[in-house]
């Protein structure tokens, strides 16, 4: 798997995916600087997690106009498969690859900790490795993290089964006790409409290996590789 990390000025986790997906893979990942126009031959770009452009304006609406989106989004509708990880998912509806957008938390304060998800669909290219409604723990760490989509989008990506993961309590409910920033119907990542595009907040390359406190999002990366390898 030919995979390619892209760095923005005031990306943080950049380097963390990147382990991640050496040590899954076997192969260094490519690591491109958002200045640059073109990208290699690559099968999984990544839009690592951070405080690009140091979240002016709103956050990932600066990286989304950088040269090397252009290219992203052109691999994108291709078919090629692309992972936006918090600050990556936020770039990602910035730039028309995902609809809806990341508000401010619902308590207007920055979260930083560990929630459960439930994964919705387990036949997608990023969550094989999972089994359907398996209730996962991974981190968060986010102060725009509410995800929002008028009333005919949220309708659309629920029916057409585009949400791949959501907030839930310990036993897989998702309830409103459970969403740590008032996301719409608990949504915490959604594909576009030809599966290839995954945005979420939480962070499964922090939570890849014991020594991290866990594996939970190790089967994420591993279900890439055995779909694109």
């Known amino acids: 798997m030919k995979a390619g990390v892209i760095v923005f000025p005031g990306s943080n986790c950049d380097r963390d995916v990147a382990v991640v997906l050496e040590a899954v893979s076997g192969q260094a990942p490519a690591m491109v600087w958002h200045g640059d126009n073109k990208l290699p031959d690559l099968d999984l770009i990544v839009l690592p997690g951070g405080f690009s452009y140091g979240d002016y304006l709103r956050c990932g609406a600066m990286s989304a106009k950088s040269p090397i989106m252009h290219e992203v989004v052109k691999r994108a509708n291709e078919g090629v498969a692309v992972l936006g990880i918090c600050n990556g998912f936020q770039v990602l509806t910035e730039s028309g690859l995902l609809p809806g957008a990341l508000m401010r ?70 309830t409103p006790e459970a969403n740590p920033n008032g996301s719409l119907n608990n949504i915490a990542g959604i594909v576009n409409e030809n599966g290839n595009v995954l945005g979420m907040m939480p962070h499964p390359e922090r939570m890849t290996e014991a020594a991290l406190g866990g594996c939970d999002g190790r089967p994420l990366f591993e279900s890439l590789l055995e779909t694109l390898s």
């Open 105 to 174: 938390n619902r308590d207007l304060d920055f979260i930083c900790r560990d929630v459960f998800l439930r994964v919705e669909d387990c036949a997608s290219r990023f969550t094989l490795n999972y089994e359907d409604e398996q209730t996962i723990r991974i981190p968060i760490a986010h102060h725009d993290g509410n995800y929002f989509a008028d009333a005919e989008t949220l309708s659309r990506i629920e029916g057409e089964g585009q949400v791949m993961f959501r907030y839930c309590d310990a036993d897989g409910q998702a």
